[in-house]
């Protein structure tokens, strides 16, 4: 998860829905409606450019900020020189994050420095290089699956990863390809009994690829039985970061029988062991999980893997009153910089948007509304999808009863 601090602090900009006339327009200093966004591959010596964002009141100029963060998007510094609208990444943004911070200006007077979300980390340009080698989960017998995990890599980026698992004879490491055995997992069959099996990995990126093979496993054999799980989720969608609960049955039941978790986030590449545990008496089990963005889990016995089941998330959304001081706080694994919620009041028509809030780089804002005295209203924030981005739901804060002062 996502949290960004800075050593200066920085305004948020609140769209009220205010009419005003055309006068007054004219002279309104810029008003931001959306974050900036940075193109570009996250390397050294590739050139990222950034977009002005979205704003109103027709801004005459703008000025850029490029800044480096740490690899979770926090400890933002402003880069000395970088204020141009492109930027090309140095041996110094290695193992960092950058953003792009935009102000605008028109005779009304100058807004911002809004922020974008922050890129992925920098890497240099140069192809993967193998760290950690690939490895093979689960048991070496007739019916199971088994998944490989890619490994670790330095070096630049991984864009992808490629698969092909080999039968090795027993003897020695002469292996040959398995024909169509290109995924990540492979159901081992009745003609690798005898055999070991192996998986190559190809890890590519812009600048070459590279390939490892993992370690074979023992020799292949026919299991007595065959145990299934089955795999259920106690919500298909959760708030982050509440505790989901994943449960199942062996068939045929069966005490002990390890259980393995494996999660693939949104946007991983590969599916990865997240938790194992046990079996009871009567062949159930359970694990906990905590999604902080939409994940596919699965369920590996020691001889087969049960069909995925998806967790959807929401991102948890603070709210905040103090008289007409409002505040909102967005949560889940990533950053929220530059997002636009919605405050709303609730109407005999359902929820009316009366202003649009910019979350700024903290994935807080702090704003003010003018409610009229003597009234009370019901009041909530609410983040679009479309605002909270891939992976997520919407989200909305709890309501709250507020009286105009």
């Avoid at 998944?147 to 670790?152: I, L």
């Avoid at 600048?207 to 074979?216: H, L, M, V, Y």
């Avoid at 970061?241 to 039941?253: D, E, F, K, M």
């Amino acid at each position: 998860m996502r949290r960004i601090t800075f050593v200066s602090a920085f305004f948020v900009v609140v769209v009220g829905v205010a009419a005003a006339s055309a006068a007054a327009v004219s002279a309104a200093a810029p008003v931001n409606t959306s974050a900036p966004m940075v193109s570009g591959q996250p390397y050294v010596g590739k050139t990222l450019t950034t977009t002005t964002g979205g704003w109103q009141n027709s801004p005459t100029s703008y000025s850029y900020q490029w800044v480096r963060c740490d690899q979770n998007g926090n400890g933002c510094v402003q880069i000395s020189g970088a204020t141009a609208k492109t930027y090309t990444p140095t041996s110094a943004d290695v193992n960092h994050t950058l953003e792009s911070w935009v102000t605008a200006t028109n005779s009304g007077g100058t807004a911002g420095p809004v922020s974008s979300k922050p890129t992925d980390t920098i890497t240099p340009a140069l192809p993967p290089t193998n760290t950690t080698q690939p490895s093979i989960v689960g048991k070496p017998l007739v019916g199971q699956t088994l998944v490989a995990d890619p490994g670790k890599y330095s070096g630049g980026a991984v864009t992808s990863f490629g698969y092909q698992w080999q039968r090795c004879a027993q003897a020695s490491l002469t292996c040959t390809d398995i024909s169509g055995a290109t995924g990540q997992s492979y159901k081992v069959v009745s003609a690798d009994v005898g055999q070991r099996l192996r998986v190559q990995v190809t890890a590519t990126n812009p600048f070459g690829k590279t390939t490892n093979a993992s370690k074979p496993t023992d020799a292949i054999t026919v299991p007595v039985v065959i145990v299934s799980t089955t795999l259920t989720a106690s919500a298909g969608s959760t708030i982050c970061c509440q505790r989901v609960h994943l449960s199942g049955t062996t068939s045929p039941a069966k005490a002990g029988e390890t259980i393995t978790i494996l999660a693939r986030q949104f946007d991983d590449i590969a599916s990865y062991p997240i938790a194992t545990t046990t079996t009871d008496a009567g062949g159930n089990w359970t694990v906990i999980v905590t999604p902080t963005i939409q994940t596919d889990y699965t369920a590996q016995t020691g001889t087969s893997t049960s069909q995925p089941v998806t967790v959807s998330v929401h991102p948890r959304v603070g709210f905040g009153v103090n008289g007409n001081t409002f505040s909102a706080k967005v949560t889940a694994r990533d950053t929220f910089a530059g997002s636009v919620a919605w405050f709303q009041m609730q109407t005999a028509n359902g929820w009316h948007r009366i202003a649009l809030v910019v979350i700024n780089q903290f994935s807080v804002a702090t704003f003010h509304v003018h409610l009229k005295k003597g009234h009370t209203y019901t009041l909530r924030i609410y983040l679009p999808q479309r605002q909270a981005g891939p992976g997520y739901m919407d989200g909305t804060s709890h309501s709250q009863r507020v009286g105009g002062i």
